[in-house]
């Protein structure tokens, strides 16, 4: 059966931290993640292989939330979870990136790891939110 609480709610919370994402990633910080040579410029990156790994993050979280998610579930807690979720799904990209390219730098790694964060208690916010609206 298709739950459709689920794919709306991580529908909502997906385009505003994708676009939180490009945002860091693309303007805040470009000239850190486009400076080495094994990446792709802006102008040329794969950007549905960037929208799947968020949807891919976001989607996975909300399962991980709705399997989890109480009543009485508060926004600290859910603000944990996703921090955790987050550090956990970035953290081992970007830890296996900087131990496979020779070129990567802990520039990066250190921003993705800030971002990890920041986007965590973005989604955080945003699944308990949309969760209890549309859910309760």
Do not use: C
Request: charged letters at 5%; proline letters at 2%; hydrophobic letters at 50%.
């Amino acid at each position: 059966m298709i739950n459709y609480k689920f794919i709306i709610t991580a529908t909502l919370t997906f385009i505003p931290y994708t676009a939180l994402s490009f945002l860091w990633h693309n303007n805040l910080f470009h000239n850190i993640y486009y400076s080495i040579n094994s990446i792709y410029s802006v102008g040329s990156q794969n950007i549905w292989a960037m929208n799947f790994a968020n949807a891919l993050l976001v989607y996975g979280f909300t399962y991980f939330y709705f399997k989890t998610v109480k009543p009485e579930t508060k926004l600290y807690q859910s603000i944990l979870w996703s921090v955790n979720y987050n550090l956990s799904v970035i953290g081992f990209f970007s830890f296996m990136v900087f131990g496979i390219l020779r070129d990567w730098s802990p520039l990066i790694l250190i921003h993705d790891m800030i971002f990890a964060v920041i986007g965590g208690v973005f989604a955080g916010v945003l699944t308990h939110m949309f969760f209890r609206k549309i859910n309760i």
